[in-house]
C-alpha cells in the first residue's frame, strides 16, 4: 500500500520562499499522476499543481507563474517550490498519488504566510 508523507511547511513572511516536499513509499511512484492541493480553514480543497510521470505540469490559476512543480522518481519524491507568497496562500498542504486504481492522501503540511 502507498503511503505518503509531506514535509517542508511552516511560517513565512510575504514575498518569502518554502519548498514542500512529498515522499512515496512503493514501487508505483514512476508510473503514478502526482498533484498538489490545498485547504484553507473554512474552505474547499483547491487544487494547486500537476505533474505527469513525464514531467508535464500544469498549475491553479491562484500559483501559475509562483509556484513550481517538480518530481525526482529515483527519490520517489514530489516538490512545490512556492515563491512570492502570498497571506492568501495560508493553507494545510497535501499531496495526492494517482495510478491505476490507486488513489492516495498524505496527511498534509501546514504553510503559514504572515508579516
Known amino acids: 500500500q502507498v503511503q505518503l508523507v509531506e514535509s517542508g511547511g511552516g511560517l513565512v513572511q510575504p514575498g518569502g520562499s518554502l519548498r514542500l516536499s512529498c515522499a512515496a513509499s512503493g514501487s508505483i511512484f514512476g508510473t503514478a499522476v502526482m498533484r498538489w492541493y490545498r485547504q484553507a480553514p473554512g474552505q474547499e480543497r483547491e487544487w494547486v499543481a500537476f505533474?505527469?510521470?513525464?514531467?508535464?505540469?500544469n498549475y491553479g490559476d491562484s500559483v501559475k507563474g509562483r509556484f513550481i512543480i517538480s518530481r525526482d522518481n529515483a527519490k520517489n519524491t514530489v516538490y512545490l517550490q512556492m515563491n512570492s507568497l502570498k497571506p492568501e496562500d495560508t493553507a494545510v498542504y497535501y499531496c495526492?498519488?494517482?495510478?491505476?486504481?490507486?488513489?492516495?492522501w498524505g496527511p498534509g503540511t501546514q504553510v503559514t504566510v504572515s508579516s
Open positions: 505533474i505527469s510521470p513525464s514531467g508535464r505540469t
Open positions: 495526492n498519488l494517482v495510478a491505476g486504481t490507486t488513489n492516495t
